[in-house]
């Protein structure tokens, strides 16, 4: 299953930011750098994106050039950031992908995880889950994936009950929600059905 990752990045735009991630990622870790770019741009996503709605909004906003963008850019980032994380950003702005930059760090940091042998791991469920629950998630975590799972948890009433794991790009949705909205669409499909198969009795009664 493949739904939305959590933390409000689309699927698309993770797509996105894969590229991205990945074709900066050799480079960095050429330099030794992998990890402290992927804490360096975590940080930003926190301190900028997180935490300043407008400078969300003025990533995305189509009114305002890549040169506009860049100047603002270069203001508040260059010699403040490392010359790698700059020049990521700055490539970004140039293909009008800054709206992306959540989405690349996200990427990053499971990259940079991977090295470790470590997964990134977001686990949401309808209710806080106690230590012993989450002892035997990160057991069974660690089995499937054959790596030490670095999870992060959320509480999302909206999910009614059960839980949603999100390993990178991939989500595992076990929660009540879901499972309603599976029997939605199951009742929807045989009712269409049962309604095709009357018409067709209709229009082929049984014996001529």
């Known amino acids: ?31 030794h750098l992998g990890q402290e770019l992927a804490d360096e741009l975590d940080a930003l996503v926190e301190g900028l994106v997180g935490k300043l709605p407008k400078f969300a909004i003025f990533m995305n906003v189509g009114t305002v ?24 950003i700055c490539v970004l702005n140039e293909h009008d992908r800054l709206g992306t930059l959540r989405a690349v760090a996200r990427r990053l940091r499971q990259l940079a995880g991977e ?12 209710a806080a889950l106690e230590d012993g629950q989450k002892e035997q998630l990160h057991g069974t975590l660690a089995k499937k994936f054959a790596a030490d799972p670095d999870i992060s948890y959320r509480v999302d009433p909206a999910l009614l009950g059960g839980v949603r794991i999100a390993v990178g790009e991939t989500v595992f949705d076990y929660s009540v929600r879901a499972n309603l909205e ?26 001529n």
């Open 65 to 88: 050039t890549a040169g506009e963008r860049q100047r603002v850019l270069d203001k508040a980032l260059k010699g403040r950031v490392s010359e790698l994380c700059y020049r990521l």
């Open 182 to 207: 599976r029997l939605r669409e199951e009742i929807l499909t045989r009712s269409a059905h049962e309604v095709q198969s009357g018409r067709n009795r209709l229009d082929h009664p049984e014996g």
């Open 1 to 31: 299953m493949n739904p939305p990752p959590s933390s409000g990045v689309s699927v698309e735009e993770m797509q996105i930011g894969k590229v991205y991630a990945e074709a900066i990622w050799p480079v960095a870790e050429a330099q």
């Open 115 to 126: 090295a470790r042998g470590r997964i990134r791991v977001e686990v949401a469920s309808a």
